[in-house]
């Protein structure tokens, strides 16, 4: 069932790994920065792409705490601590994004920043999910 419409305006090239824009109607989700570390609050790796990979499974726990699904993401913004780290990293990520979200592709932008909060931190993630009424 699609919970959502993606939006792509005529003419325009599809994007690849995200959507231009999200129309959705139901229930929202707005998870915190979520970063790569497990239930114990210890970062789970030192690279980029195994934080990323982290983030998304800590995000899907967090999103079926209500009732949501990765189907039901329609945005999310990510922090990167290092963009060539995210460029060179991009073939795990999507690895792991095909592996953890599965073919969805939400509204997505991707921001380098100087550091985050937390130390060792490199990637954080803001998710918005729709959940149909």
């Given at each position: 069932m699609?919970v959502?419409?993606?939006?792509?305006?005529?003419?325009?090239?599809r994007p690849?790994?995200y959507?231009n824009?999200?129309a959705?109607?139901?229930r929202?989700?707005y998870t915190?920065?979520?970063?790569?570390?497990?239930?114990?609050?210890?970062?789970?790796?030192?690279d980029?792409?195994?934080?990323?990979?982290?983030?998304?499974?800590?995000?899907?726990?967090?999103?079926a705490e209500?009732?949501?699904a990765?189907?039901h993401?329609v945005?999310i913004?990510?922090?990167?601590t290092?963009?060539d780290a995210?460029?060179?990293s991009l073939?795990?990520?999507g690895?792991?994004?095909?592996?953890?979200?599965g073919k969805?592709?939400p509204?997505?932008?991707v921001?380098?920043?100087a550091a985050?909060v937390?130390?060792?931190?490199?990637?954080e993630?803001e998710t918005?999910?729709?959940?149909p009424?």
């Amino acid at each position: 069932m699609t919970v959502h419409e993606t939006l792509l305006p005529p003419g325009w090239p599809r994007p690849k790994g995200y959507a231009n824009g999200i129309a959705a109607s139901g229930r929202t989700i707005y998870t915190a920065g979520v970063i790569g570390w497990d239930a114990h609050e210890r970062i789970v790796s030192d690279d980029l792409a195994g934080q990323f990979a982290q983030v998304l499974r800590n995000t899907v726990a967090i999103l079926a705490e209500g009732g949501a699904a990765p189907e039901h993401i329609v945005r999310i913004t990510c922090y990167v601590t290092d963009r060539d780290a995210y460029v060179a990293s991009l073939a795990e990520i999507g690895a792991a994004w095909r592996d953890i979200i599965g073919k969805h592709y939400p509204a997505m932008a991707v921001v380098a920043v100087a550091a985050l909060v937390e130390h060792g931190a490199k990637v954080e993630i803001e998710t918005t999910a729709v959940v149909p009424a």
